[in-house]
């Protein structure tokens, strides 16, 4: 689950927000809204953890899509469409990313990651992807990886890394095992990256040997077990739809699965605080790159 705000859909170009996501509640208003929060967490997903205004925009988004003014009426419209409830969650879920996103921060890893995990002298190297979408981000670790072994003659050492991705959202972990993409995942991909990694031309298909070293599972970071002993841990433009203290609980978290001296990669628009900051010293500041200590 993840996105970029400046690349995420419009259900209605033009329309802008609808006018329930940026404005002030009344009470009633609030009422309705905390109503259909509690009817979107009857099927599954939990809003509680989630920041008010970030949720209200992806909320107005379908609200305007299916023309409706108040959260009562959208509330009528999901119990009646069963269909529009998954469009909510698709909505609500974020699932917008790209191969090489932000190509600062790949080279940053490469730089100051990718190396020290090749020399941990251990039977397996443990990669978690938490909030990985289609798969764009695991696999581009991949092919990273897979690039280094290869210029640096590690490719026996290679078969040692163990890349876990996860998310809440099952129809994105099924696209993301199918390993088939569109022109948009690919944008900022380089081209001889491109051409060696991926088969096709309208649909781009990576190739087996990169597409097996990715294993995918469902794992909701507000409710589920994290996974232990991970030695890099990327979470990537989640934590920003999340309220304060839940983000404190998470990286109080994600500090425990890592092993010490284990790498965590943030956005770029998100950083550690509070008692978080203590836990890890910056390796990349700029590229969100931050290490256990």
Same mark, same amino acid.
């Given at each position: 689950m993840r996105s970029d !705000?400046?690349? $995420?859909?419009?259900? @209605?170009?033009?329309?802008? @927000?609808?006018?329930?996501?940026?404005?002030? $509640?009344?009470?009633d208003e609030i009422r309705e809204f905390d109503e259909l929060k509690r009817r979107i967490e009857a #099927?599954?997903?939990?809003?509680?953890?989630? &920041?008010? #205004?970030?949720?209200? #925009?992806?909320?107005?988004?379908?609200?305007?899509?299916?023309?409706?003014r108040t959260f009562a009426e959208y *509330? *009528?419209?999901l119990a009646a469409d069963a269909d529009e409830h998954q469009r909510l969650l698709?909505?609500?879920?974020?699932?917008?990313? &790209? =191969? /090489?996103?932000? *190509?600062?921060?790949?080279?940053?890893? !490469?730089?100051?990651?990718?190396?020290? $995990?090749?020399?941990?002298d251990l039977p397996e190297v443990r990669v978690w992807s938490a909030g990985c979408a289609a798969g764009e981000e695991p696999y581009t670790l991949a092919i990273l990886l897979e690039?280094?072994?290869?210029?640096?003659? @590690?490719?026996?050492? @290679?078969?040692?890394?163990?890349?876990?991705?996860?998310?809440i959202d099952g129809d994105s972990l099924r696209a993301a095992e199918r390993a088939e =993409?569109?022109?948009?995942? $690919?944008? !900022?991909?380089p081209a001889d990256v491109r051409?060696?990694? /991926?088969?096709?031309?309208?649909?781009?298909r990576?190739?087996?040997e990169i597409a097996r070293r990715v294993r995918f599972e469902p794992l909701d970071l507000l409710r589920d077990p994290f996974p232990t002993g991970i030695h890099l841990l990327f979470c990537r433009n989640v934590l920003i739809y999340l309220e304060r203290a839940v983000q404190d609980e998470l990286f109080r978290r994600f500090r425990e699965a890592l092993e010490p001296g284990g790498f965590l990669v943030l956005g770029k628009v998100e950083t550690l605080c509070g008692p978080a900051a203590a836990a890890f010293r910056p390796v990349a500041n700029r590229e969100r790159i931050f290490r256990a200590v």
């Open positions: !705000e400046a690349t $995420l859909p419009r259900p @209605l170009a033009g329309a802008g @927000l609808h006018p329930l996501a940026v404005r002030d $509640l009344d009470e #099927r599954g997903f939990r809003c509680g953890g989630y &920041k008010d #205004r970030c949720l209200r #925009r992806r909320i107005g988004m379908r609200m305007r899509a299916c023309r409706t *509330a *009528a419209v698709d909505a609500v879920m974020i699932n917008v990313s &790209k =191969f /090489f996103r932000n *190509a600062e921060v790949w080279r940053a890893v !490469e730089t100051h990651v990718v190396p020290r $995990l090749f020399e941990r690039e280094y072994a290869a210029r640096h003659g @590690l490719r026996d050492r @290679l078969d040692r890394v163990r890349i876990l991705a996860t998310d =993409f569109a022109d948009y995942a $690919l944008a !900022e991909t051409e060696r990694w /991926f088969d096709g031309d309208r649909v781009h990576l190739r087996p």
